[in-house]
């Protein structure tokens, strides 16, 4: 009797064991604002991004849409408040020519798309469809310009046909297709990856070529000038980050990139969805390395940079796996499951605390490409558990930081440990204090407790992301399986927080 009622009372304990983390929040906040630029996204000519993602064409008759690109993605998106979209590449924009893509359609030459599955790229979506959008979208574009094997003049030429207003050549070819006043496009890339498919450079010679690139772009015909970003490096290339600072000089340059992917092996990324306890470990330490590539390229940056002008632009960042079963391995389609929530949640979290240095990012990619917010199929469109990560985040946009200290639980699995609870916080222009946390275990729920300092509330509400199983996502026939929910489970009493967050799952709460 003794025996069954311990080994009852073990049994007990272990199923309503949580995990146990602290969190002492400065609310009287920071001189710290967290640039919505964070939350940008990405559109590469790839697969099913532009065709049948964004751009249906002008004949469509089966998909609602203003000028080719979906009616339901341009709702989804601004529901989002995307602050700016990358285009068009990636490793496409070191191959493309942007003048194939202005002018009338039936003149524009066809390529291929070398890079991605070898398709043919009719050039049907070029600068005028792209700007156009992103004015609907009320977003800013990030355009990346051809390094690799375009021309300075080519970069030039962009730079006056999207932004002198008039009484140049390429003003006056932009006026001649149909656009009388310029878009004024502020964020630039000189090149992409050139370290990789943008030109296999070395970090010198490519500091080289920017600093060529940069000083005939300088000024951009915009008011207050351009944002030139150079291509950063891959990961944790510091070297890369190093060169560049020493030779490029401050007045060169606004911002450097950095790419890394949530991959475990790059000769098996593994499945998206029927993965095991094993790989989602995996793919979050990957993920969660992002804080310590922020922390050690910043600190690079601060010692040519103390005061902290230039820009860490982290333009791709997500998860990459196999693609799904039957699809172009060139074309990067992959499903979107509550990791990929995971991923999402910890990384903006990492960006938010971060943002003294980390001023924009792009998730890739925005649609059937990668870590998407939106998959679509003919008429179809779900939003993924990323898209609602980002929906239920958009409330940091612009915000003020206010700094927190973090004790967090671990998730360990085998001899390997993980930081279990991911979180940030903001106070927006209203006065409306959030707080995203994250808890990347596997099977254990974190009991949180946060020591509120400087700052008293009277209101609480929170929402919650979560499903039954790590695999779960949403499918063309049941979209809604994952959304954000109202969450219950957090108390407020005096100074004192406290909530319990179940395994792998994302909160967002409210206090006023
Ligand atoms: O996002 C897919 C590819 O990943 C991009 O084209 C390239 O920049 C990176 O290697």
Known sequence: MKKIFISGVLL??????????????????????ISRHIYGHFAEHLGRSIYGGFYVGEDNTKIPHVNGVRKDVIAALKNLNIPNLRWPGGCFADTYHWKDGIGPKDQRPTIVNTWWGGVTENNSFGTHNFLNLCEILETEPYLAGNVGSGSVQEMMDWVQYTNSKEGNPMSKLRQENGRAEPWQVKYWGIGNEPWGCGGNMDAEFYA??????????????????????????AGDDYNWTEVLMKKIPLSLMEGIALHHYAVTD???????????????FGTMRQALLMNELVEKHSAIMDKYDPEKKIGLVVDEWGGWYEVEPGTNPGFLYQQNTMRDAMIAGATLNIFNNHSDRV?????????????????????????????????????????????????????????DKLQAVWTSASRNK??????????VHASKAQEISIDIKGASYK??????????????????????????????????KGNTLTLKVPPFSVVVLALE
């Open 459 to 492: 209101k609480l509400s929170g929402r919650i992301l979560r499903s039954k199983k790590l695999q779960d996502y949403n499918t063309f026939e049941n979209p809604n399986l994952i959304t954000p929910q109202a969450f219950k489970d957090a108390k407020l």
């Open 430 to 439: 209203q006065g409306v204090t959030h707080i995203s946390l994250v808890n």
């Open 12 to 33: 007990l304990c272990s199923l309503t064991s949580y995990g146990q983390t602290s969190i002492i929040m400065d609310a009287k906040g920071s001189d710290q604002q």
């Open 266 to 280: 790059w000769n098996a990324k593994g499945p998206s969805t029927t993965f095991d306890e094993k790989q989602y």
């Open 208 to 233: 080289n070529l920017y600093k060529q690139y940069a000083t005939y772009m300088a000024g951009g015909y915009l008011d207050g000038g351009i944002y030139r970003i150079a291509s950063g490096p």
């Open 359 to 415: 001023r924009m990012a792009n998730l890739a990619q925005t649609i059937n490409v990668l870590q998407a917010v939106i998959l679509t199929d003919e008429e179809k469109m779900l939003l993924t558990p990323t898209y609602h990560v980002m929906e239920m985040y958009k409330v940091h946009q612009d915000a003020t930081l206010l700094p927190l200290q973090v004790k967090s639980a671990e998730y360990q699995l085998g001899d």
